[in-house]
Every structure is written in C-alpha cells, then in structure tokens.
C-alpha cells in the first residue's frame, strides 16, 4: 500500500509560479511511475508529467504538450517526494492537481492517488 500526500496548491496571477509536492509512503517497489494529473472544472483528467522511476533513480521524464518548458517534475529519491515546479502560469493550467503512483509488484501494476489539491491562476 502507498499513502500519498499532496502540498503546494494556492491561488497566483498569471505568469506566476507555484511549486507542488507529493510525499509517498509504505511500499512503492522498486519499479514505479510517479506522475501528475490535473482536471478541470468539467474536463477530463489529463496526465500532466510523468517520473519513470526504478530503484529511486529517474529513467525518464514526460510532459504534457501544454506544459512543456514551463513544469518541471522531479524527484527526491531520499525523500521519495516529487515536486512539480510551474512557471509562467496560464488561466488554463487551473485545475485540481493530483499526485498518482503505479507501482508494479512482480507481474502486477496497482495504482495509488493522492487527495489533490487545487491550482487556481488569476488572468
């Protein structure tokens, strides 16, 4: 089981910057993905960045076109936290923010969602 704790939402003018945080807790396995999601209001669930993770060090790291070269996802392997860092925000990055782990244990993948926290960006 993962417990996933989310932090770093609030509200900023366009152009701003917030850093969020996601905390993972109990067992991850050695192998995992750590990603950010976010939805809007009447939207779906769009993945925003995503940390391919094995033995706490980063393979690889996506994004989103809509974020690209403005979010930075990262990870703190002693703390097993990843942060997403997002510069230059846009009225449209508004959205409740959410942490996912998928975790693989042997053949199996599980996923694990954080509470979310809520972004909101003032034009």
């Known amino acids: 089981q993962v417990q996933l704790t989310e932090s770093g939402g609030g509200s900023v003018m366009a152009g701003g910057s917030l850093e969020l945080s996601c905390a993972a807790s109990?067992?991850?396995?050695?192998?995992?993905?750590m990603e950010w999601y976010r939805q809007a209001p009447d939207k779906e669930r769009e993945l925003v960045s995503s940390?391919?993770?094995?033995?706490?060090?980063?393979?690889?790291?996506t994004y989103a076109d809509s974020v690209k070269g403005r979010f930075t996802a990262s990870l703190d392997s002693a703390k097993n936290t990843m942060y997403l860092r997002m510069d230059n925000l846009k009225p449209e990055d508004t959205a409740m923010y959410y942490c996912?782990?998928?975790?693989?244990?042997?053949?199996?993948?599980?996923?694990?969602w954080g509470q979310g926290t809520q972004v909101t960006v003032n034009p």
């Open positions: 109990g067992n991850t396995g050695l192998r995992y993905f």
């Open positions: 940390l391919d993770i094995g033995e706490r060090t980063t393979f690889s790291t």
């Open positions: 996912k782990v998928e975790s693989q244990y042997g053949a199996t993948w599980r996923p694990f």
